[in-house]
């Protein structure tokens, strides 16, 4: 009750405005949109994937459930799928961005709501032994104040092993070019606990899906250091044609942060 009445207080004092149809927020609402607008526009990507990178078909047309891209470069990445909620576009986007940038961490808890049972299926389905988020080099974590996939896995109610940790920065990805982006994010993770990992099903969680340079980097390491299997699941899905270079630099989350 005291915390509702908080949040009147608050809303009266700092109006906010709906990211989507620009309607005063007021008391029942979803953080950045409004409660209807939020529930039309946060929708899930429920068309096919292509089955090495995710890229979405309808997307990026190839055959046998394969992208273009993959067919044609024989892709291969060290994770075993990639899984995803949404693309990286319009309120996600408006969403991810708010929580990143702008440090509005209530909406980590709506996102987890959002994606908590697709989530928790894709763990079963895969028969994922432990979720492990992407971290943070520690000074992002000081000047955010907290890592968006804890939280948003927090608001999802799915318990975390936070068994990495980013030692090194790396420059900052400006280029949506992948061996490029391989290349910086080479060598910028550690595992924490090896022992833990051993014979294990991981499913690596981030915010954003862009190249996946960074997912790829991270699986290589989880399996050099004993995992089975690897799988990758993010908020969001950064599509070719949305891969723009300002998205790509200023951004995403793999590869940012
Ligand atoms: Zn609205
Ligand atoms: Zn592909």
Sequence with gaps: MLRELYRALLDVLFPSFCGVCGSFLFLEHRAVACKECWEREFKRYEGKKCRVCGHPLELL????????????????????GVFYYTLYEGLPEVAIRELKFEKYRLVAYEIGREIASNLKGVISRVGANLVVPVPLHRSTLKERGFNQSEEILKGARVPFSPLLEKPFKGEKQSTADFLK???????????????????????????????GATADEISRLLKKSGAEKVFVYTVAYTPLKLLTKEKAGNLVGFGKG
């Design 61 to 80: 047309p190839g055959s046998k459930e394969l992208c273009l891209r993959c067919l044609k470069e024989k892709r291969k990445f060290a994770f075993d």
């Design 181 to 211: 982006r391989r290349e910086n994010v080479k060598g910028l993770f550690r595992v924490r606990n090896a022992a833990e990992l051993i014979g294990k099903t991981v499913l690596l969680f981030d915010d954003v899906f862009t190249t």
